[in-house]
Every structure is written in structure tokens, then in C-alpha cells.
T-cell receptor, first 115, second 113 residues
């Protein structure tokens, strides 16, 4: 499809395990974002990649969270030693160049549940 | 520090009537505002946006109004349809936030047939 693709759609894991979430942005979009939505909350910014620039990691809640973007396309968000408060829907978005006036297009998210 | 607030968690309207969703912000550096619609188990879908140099933007049944002095924006849907039932998020972006969107908590709109 032509939209942002995220996998897996659902992930259930035990506390303390590591998880990897994947995002495949819209072809040609150079900007990629990760957000998360906890129950009953709005979307919270995590990290932003734009082309070859250093990513904006200012939204990552702890050093257990990391993300990379290989080849300027697919991105992986990794959460190490998961905690129950990490349970949320993790959403990826992409936009053309990341400039103002260009809306971000979201994937359907990965629902992460930590037992 | 909630910089974008949607004070109404829910709104219910009759089909054919107007839906008005409200959003307030505190950061005067925000200069671009967006509304997203979200259905359950799906990602947010971009709906309409407005630049801070404008006070109104219209797209079909959807109109966004911006009152910069009051730091307030609203989304009007006329006429409302049952398919409009979804969670609506207000989002803002500005110089100090780089390219990140700052979202409100969302308003659940229910349009009754």
C-alpha cells in the first residue's frame, strides 16, 4: 500500500523483555516521527528523523528507548527492559521533507502491552 | 505542561447539526495548527490545517477558525454525519517545537442518526 506501514500491529510481552517496533514510511518521505499514545492521553512525541541530519531524540522518556533509521527509510524503535508503563500505542508518521505546511501521515500503530 | 488542551473529552450531536470542537494552546510560538481524526485501531488521519497568518480555513464540511489573541481554535463540521464519529485531535507546531506536533488529549465526537 501507499501509506505508512507499522509492524507488528499488536505486541504482548513480559516485563523486562526487549521489544522492537518497525515503521516503513511513505515512499519519498524524508521525515519520520515516532509518537506514543497512552490510555486516555493525547499523542506524545518521541523522536524525529529528517534525512541525514542527527535525529531529535528529545522526546524519548528514558535511555531504555532508542530508535534508528536505516538507509533513510525504514525505522526501528527499540525498548529495552520493558516496564508496565511502556504499555501504549506506538505510532509512526512520515512527511515530505518535514517542513511546515506538510501534514504528517500516520500508520495504524503498534499496540504494546507489557504484562 | 500541557501546551495544547482540548477541554471537552466528548461531544454528542444530532446528524445534520453543527459540531464544534474546541482547542486552546498556551505557547505563543505555535504558528501552524492541524486537526486529525482518529477511528479505533487506526492511526490519526489529517483533516485540515491553518496557518497563524489566517483566521479561517475551509474545506468542504470542515472549517477551522483561529483566534490568535485568545490562543483558541475550533473545528466546525456542518452538517455532521454519523461517519464523522471519531476522536478528534488538535495539534500545533512552531519554531520552538521544531517539526514535532504537540497534540491535545482529543475529543470523542458522536454523531447520532
Amino acid at each position: 500500500g501507499a501509506g505508512v506501514s507499522q509492524s507488528p500491529s499488536n505486541k504482548v510481552t513480559e516485563k523486562g523483555k526487549d521489544v522492537e517496533l518497525r515503521c516503513d514510511p511513505i515512499s519519498g518521505h524524508t521525515a519520520l516521527y515516532w509518537y506514543r499514545q497512552s490510555l486516555g492521553q493525547g499523542l506524545e512525541f518521541l523522536i524525529y528523523f529528517q534525512g541525514n541530519s542527527a535525529p531529535d531524540k528529545s522526546g524519548l522518556p528514558s535511555d531504555r528507548f532508542s530508535a534508528e533509521r536505516t538507509g533513510g527509510s525504514v525505522s526501528t524503535l527499540t525498548i529495552q527492559r520493558t516496564q508496565q508503563e511502556d504499555s501504549a500505542v506506538y505510532l509512526c508518521a512520515s512527511s515530505l521533507q518535514g517542513a511546515f505546511g506538510q501534514p504528517q501521515h500516520f500508520g495504524d500503530g503498534t499496540r504494546l502491552s507489557i504484562l | 505542561d500541557q501546551q495544547v488542551k482540548q477541554n471537552s473529552p466528548s461531544l454528542s450531536v444530532q446528524e445534520g447539526r453543527i459540531s464544534i470542537l474546541n482547542c486552546d494552546y498556551t505557547n505563543s510560538m505555535f504558528d501552524y495548527f492541524l486537526w486529525y481524526k482518529k477511528y479505533p485501531a487506526e492511526g490519526p488521519t489529517f483533516l485540515i490545517s491553518i496557518s497563524s497568518i489566517k483566521d479561517k480555513n475551509e474545506d468542504g464540511r470542515f472549517t477551522v477558525f483561529l483566534n490568535k489573541s485568545a490562543k483558541h481554535l475550533s473545528l466546525h463540521i456542518v452538517p455532521s454525519q454519523p461517519g464523522d464519529s471519531a476522536v478528534y485531535f488538535c495539534a500545533a507546531i512552531g519554531e520552538t517545537s521544531g517539526s514535532r506536533l504537540t497534540f491535545g488529549e482529543g475529543t470523542q465526537l458522536t454523531v447520532n442518526p
